[in-house]
């Protein structure tokens, strides 16, 4: 499996990367195939249309995938998009390629790695038709909450990824949170909130935050 470029041990990462237990049937789909849907990003960047065959569809990209449940329905309901998920976990990396195998899915690649990372040094500028970031680690205590993905940073880098009006989709059920994400985009001027759009299925994380009580915080923001 390839790996992303080596990351600057400096930098505030918005993960801790575990080591998770490996089902048999996840081991066996990261070895077998990952060199057909990984995506190899130590080499420079390039047009993200070409890992694909149908090289005149749109890009849309999930960051940090989890099971891939949302990803895999999109893909196999949206034909005529390439899919692209970030991901630094091998469980939900091999979840997701067993499901792409099984399914035999065509539109669906994935990249192994920091999405912060990737952003910076993979994906070319105005590349991609749709971000979405369905329930990022939301580091409660108040001291992590600089370990937030959502910051005026990353926007930077989103808003050189997208195309004309491109689109960010952002999804979390931790209200302080929320309220950081509207203040940072607000705050970005290089985006507007639209009407959030809506999903058919629910991620792993989701269904969580519902089952605990909590108020699902849905966003929309189109590059302007």
Not at 53 to 60: E, I, L, R, T, Y
Not at 94 to 101: A, K, M, P, S, T
Not at 200 to 218: A, M, P, Q, S, V
Request: glycine content about 6%.
């Amino acid at each position: 499996m390839q790996n992303s470029r080596k990351h600057n041990k400096k930098s505030i990462r918005s993960f801790v990367k575990r080591s998770g237990r490996l089902t048999k049937s996840q081991k066996n789909a990261l070895q077998d195939y990952s060199s057909n849907y990984i995506l190899d990003t130590n080499n420079s960047s390039t047009d993200l249309k070409s890992c694909f065959d149908s090289k005149q569809h749109g890009v849309v990209i999930e960051i940090g995938f989890g099971d891939g449940v949302v990803l895999i329905e999109s893909a196999i309901k949206n034909p005529d998009k390439n899919f692209i998920g970030i991901e630094v976990y091998d469980s939900g990396l091999g979840q997701c390629l067993n499901e792409i195998d099984k399914h035999k899915i065509e539109n669906i690649r994935l990249i192994y790695g920091d999405a912060v990372e990737v952003f910076e040094q993979f994906i070319t500028k105005q590349s991609v038709e749709k971000i979405n970031i369905l329930f990022p680690d939301p580091w409660p205590k108040k001291r992590h909450h600089k370990r937030r993905l959502i910051n005026k940073r990353f926007l930077a880098l989103l808003s050189k990824s997208l195309i004309n009006k491109g689109i960010v989709n952002v999804s979390t059920d931790w209200e302080d949170y929320a309220q950081q994400i509207e203040l940072t985009f607000k705050e970005s001027n290089q985006f507007k909130e639209i009407k959030s759009e809506l999903r058919d299925f629910k991620t792993k994380f989701e269904k969580r935050g519902i089952k605990l009580g909590h108020k699902i915080f849905n966003y929309s923001y189109q590059l302007t």
